[in-house]
Every structure is written in C-alpha cells, then in structure tokens.
C-alpha cells in the first residue's frame, strides 16, 4: 500500500494569518508532567466552556476528495459564540491532496467497501488524527452533525472522544438524527442528547444548560434526551421567522482552514443558503423534516453583505447556493443578481434549481449576473417514473430549458438515480437515453437509498426491504450493496448498476464533455494558470482512469450478460 497518503496529522500548516485562526500542530497525544497519557479533561474555572463542532468523515475513508465546508456548522458556531463558547469546527472530510485518488462514478462504487472496513480499524490514521484533534482541542461538548451514510464514521468519533475525556457531552444533530432521535438514544449511549431540525437556538439552550448543570431539558423545544421516566423527545421548535436575524456562519471557527486554501477560488469557502425550505413533495426527499414546506427566504441586501464578508475575510471569488430550489421565487433570484451588479461584485458562482421553476429571461439575468453553473435534479428519462417520485414536473418543460441552458452555454450538470422500487430495465434505458437527448454537461448518477424521513423510505419498509435495525453505514448513493428493485433480481441489478455507471463515466468523460467543461471554466485558468496546470492533470487522470475501469468493466458484462453497450 502506498504510505504516501498516510499523511500524519503533524504535518499539516501550523497556522493560516489570512484567517487568524490558530490551526493545530499535532506532536501526539497530550501529556502530563510525569509523561503519562492525560485522562479527563482540564477543568479550568476561569476558562470559557469549549464545543468542538465535528462532520464525520465518509469519502475521505474512501480516499476520494470531498473538500467542502459543513454550513450548518458554521450557523452553530456563530450561535453559539453570542453566548461565551469557544467553538471549533472539525471537518474530518478535509482530506490532505496525497490521501486521494483520481475517482468516478465506477471508483465511488468500488470504494465503497474501503469506508466499511475503515470503520473497524482502530489505528487508521484519519481516526488518529480524530483522537490527537479532540485531544488538543478539549472540549467540554461536541456536537456531531449526522447525514444517515456518515452514520458509522459518527458512533467512531463518539467512541474516540468518550475514550479521551470519558465525561464529554456529546449531542447529535442533523438530518439523521431529525428523524430518528429516538432510535439514536436506544442504540448508541455514547450519545447523550439530540438536536432535531433547525439547530440554532435548541444547540446553544442545550450548551447553556449543560454548563450550568442543568439534567431536565422538557422545556427545551426542538431536542431529545434520556429522562428519568425514558427517552423523551420535546415539541418541535418554531423555525426562524427571520433568517436574517441570525449571524452569518462563523467559517474562520474551522480547525485545519489551510485545506481551503489550496483552490484560489476558495470556493469551499463561498457556500451559502438564501432560503430554507421546499414547496415540492419528491418521494426520495426528506427536506421537508428539516426545514417544512414553507420556504422562507433572507433579503437579497443580507446575502450580499455576506457574500463580500466572505470576499473580504478569505478571498473567495466563487460561490454556490445550497438553496433547494434557488429560482422557486424568481423575483427574489432577480433581486440577488440586480444586487449583484449594482455592487460590481464580479462574482462567480453556481445554484441549485429544477428547470421547471427556469425561465430563459431569468436565466440570462443570472448569466450576466455571474452565473457559471446550475445543479439540476432530473433524476428520471421515463415519464412512469416521475409520476411515481411525485416529481410534479413534465419532461417536455425539461426539454424546453435544457434547450435554454445548451443554446445560451451555461453549463449545467444533471443528478439522476437508478434502482427505484418499481423500476424496470426499460425505465433504466429511458434515463440513458433522455440524458443524451437533454445534453448536460455531466451527469451525478445515484443508486437509489431510501433515507428515514421521506416517503419511498415508508414504501421500502412496508415491503419488507429494510431491516429494524438498518446498518446505515451501507445505505449510500454509490454503495453497491443497494437493492430496492422489486421486478430485477439481485445478482441482475448488481450488472445493471456496474453497467449504468459504465456508461455515465463515458459521457463524463467524452471529448465533448471536456471540451465544454475547459470552456466553461476558462476565466479561471486564465486568472490562476496554476490552477489549470492541476486541473489539467487531475482531467488527465481521471479520463485515463475511467478509460481502465470502464473497458474492464464493459468486458465484464459482455463476458456475463452479453451486453457490452446499451442496455
């Protein structure tokens, strides 16, 4: 095995002055006087209470690169330090350059196994370098953010952190936990409270009340924890009338923030939500047990403000709207972009949206505004299929605006997923081909996972599909182990998946894709000539590496199945 990517955690830069923020060398485990490992954390009555705020790690034990800066975190964060805490944020995803390795859709399949078995591996040096963090940093409370795939990697951080100080407080929040805290306190009693949905005021009501000593949280809306009678879980919390009230995401909180350095863009420094919330009732979605239906939105002047924060304090030049649905009000989307112009901002940046809620004049706003990217959710070629997502949306508009997208350049990549449950090989083939027929720039290929909280989750369960007691650590869009096909036998679907993925690396990958993606980004290589020198390579890499894997793959299905192409 390659020791090169084994990078010790010491290595890492000592300190980035752009952000002010102190980044921790690690020499190993904290010591006492005598050289005997330290058990418990300090107790200094004089200090400030610490919360070390953790995204557990999921692509990075694959060694795939997944840099990206965890934004609920950073809204935490930034709560939390209105009331006195020290907060850090740790996000283990960040991986070192030499940790990973040129990937696809084909590699995120085969990989998959790695995270698994990382997940027992005591002396994997991401989980040492957890340990050597939650060490030096000594926290009183850490708050572990939960995507249900990233489930495993989470009781992991519990395990290390409750090994170093054993009287830690450790709260779950996230999407996860939104919908299964209950579940969580009976099977994991590392975790001693839970956060559901919005988290800011819950998170620092509940920090507030652990420094104080508090042991009965009933009047704390929005939470769940273990009472003298049983589990308890409280009333939902009322979400934010105005999102504007709340403080910008405390982004310079990060430990290791150096990671983010590396693009001259800092684009993993420029995300952003403007709303919360979606109107739409998708089938494999569990937004809506987040943030509701109702979608509420910051004023475009706030969301400018933070937008020339994150210019002024990190050099960000591009930036990405995590919004569900950036264009649902296309008033409100022209009002960012007339601000933006206003403001001279010459920003670049990319967004979320369905095409259906797209129109060709908002479009050429955005473009002109600084648009360079959108992320749209097709998901389905066959009309069968979108009826059964309860996609509320016809393939003809889909048509119509990709149309828009293609005529004007604005490149633009489409997610799509495989494996419904009352999916046949003919609806498969359906997808393939409308993809070819829209034209996207790429194409992000899911295998279907039903997730707790949304209805095909329900559907999966009542068919017997999912166990009591899931290991959430298998259920993720490129785990090869999902089957939730009720008409394709197993051993067929797992063909169909190696095969389906075969052929979105090739499209990915084709000298069309490339080309138009070189194009799509050549301000960036004209402003950081550096930056296309390594962009250049990873491309180079990564065609090399789809161009083995796909032909090796390709081989394989004509020797098994007969099919060497097509479906």
């Known amino acids: 095995m390659n020791q090169g990517w084994r990078r010790r955690v010491g290595e890492r830069a000592a300190v980035n002055e752009r952000a002010g923020r102190m980044v921790v060398n690690h020499p190993g485990p904290m010591m006492t006087v005598d050289g005997t490992p330290r058990v418990g954390r300090p107790r200094d009555p004089n200090g400030k209470w610490r919360v070390l705020l953790i995204n557990p790690p999921f692509q990075r034990l694959k060694r795939v690169y997944n840099l990206y800066f965890p934004l609920g975190l950073g809204y935490l964060a930034s709560s939390l330090k209105t009331s006195g805490f020290e907060c850090g944020i740790y996000n283990v995803e960040n991986a070192q350059a030499d940790e990973v390795l040129p990937h696809n859709h084909m590699s995120l399949l085969d990989q998959h196994f790695e995270f698994i078995n990382a997940l027992s591996q005591e002396e994997h040096f991401v989980w ?20 249900t795939p990233c489930y495993g990697s989470a009781v992991r951080v519990n395990k290390i952190a409750k090994a170093c100080f054993p009287d830690v407080t450790i709260v779950w929040g996230g999407s996860h936990p939104s919908v299964q805290a209950f579940e969580i306190l009976r099977d994991e009693p590392e975790v001693d409270y839970v956060v559901m949905s919005e988290g800011e005021i819950t998170m620092k009501e509940l920090c507030a009340g652990v420094r104080a000593g508090r042991t009965d949280y009933t009047g704390v809306d929005g939470m769940a924890f273990r009472g003298a009678n049983g589990t308890k879980i409280n009333p939902p919390r009322e979400f934010h009338g105005e999102l504007d009230d709340l403080p910008f995401p405390d982004k310079a909180a990060s430990l290791y923030i150096d990671a983010y350095f590396r693009d001259p863009e800092r684009a993993q420094l420029g995300n952003l939500f403007g709303s919360r919330g979606c109107p739409f009732r998708c089938a494999y979605c569990s937004s809506h047990a987040i943030w509701s239906r109702k979608v509420r939105y910051r004023t475009p002047a706030n969301i400018l403000d933070e937008m020339a924060d994150l210019r002024r304090d990190f050099g960000v030049e591009r930036y990405s709207f995590l919004d569900d649905t950036f264009t649902m009000n296309r008033k409100w989307a022209g009002d960012i972009c007339d601000g933006l112009i206003e403001r001279n901002m010459r920003a670049r940046w990319g967004c979320y949206t369905r095409l259906d809620v797209l129109t060709e004049p ?27 997502l309860q996609k509320d949306i016809k393939l003809d508009r889909v048509r119509e605006m990709a149309a828009v997208l293609n005529k004007h350049h604005v490149p633009w990549n489409s997610f799509i997923m495989m494996g419904l449950p009352d999916e046949t090989v003919e609806d498969t083939q359906m997808t393939i081909d409308f993809i070819h027929e829209i034209k996207p720039l790429r194409c992000i290929l899911s295998v279907f996972t039903p997730y707790p909280g949304d209805h095909l989750f329900e559907v999966c369960k009542s068919r017997g599909l999912i166990p009591d007691r899931p290991d959430w650590s298998r259920y993720s869009h490129h785990s090869p182990e999902n089957c939730f096909v009720k008409d394709i036998s197993k051993p067929e679907f797992e063909k169909l998946v190696r095969h389906v993925f075969t052929l979105i690396d090739r499209y990915n990958n084709g000298f069309s894709a490339n080309y138009r993606l070189f194009r799509a980004n050549m301000h960036l290589y004209l402003s950081h000539p550096v930056r296309f020198v390594q962009k250049a390579g990873r491309a180079m890499g990564r065609i090399v590496n789809t161009k083995l894997r796909t032909t090796a793959a390709s081989l394989d299905l004509a020797r098994v199945s007969g099919r060497g192409s097509g479906i």
């Open 362 to 388: 908002l479009l050429l706003k955005m473009r002109n505004a600084g648009l360079v990217e959108v992320d749209v959710g097709i998901e389905t070629g066959s009309p069968r299929m979108v009826e059964f």
């Open 128 to 147: 040492d370098e957890v340990r050597r963090t939650i060490m030096e940093f000594k926290p009183d409370i850490v708050g572990v953010s939960v995507l």
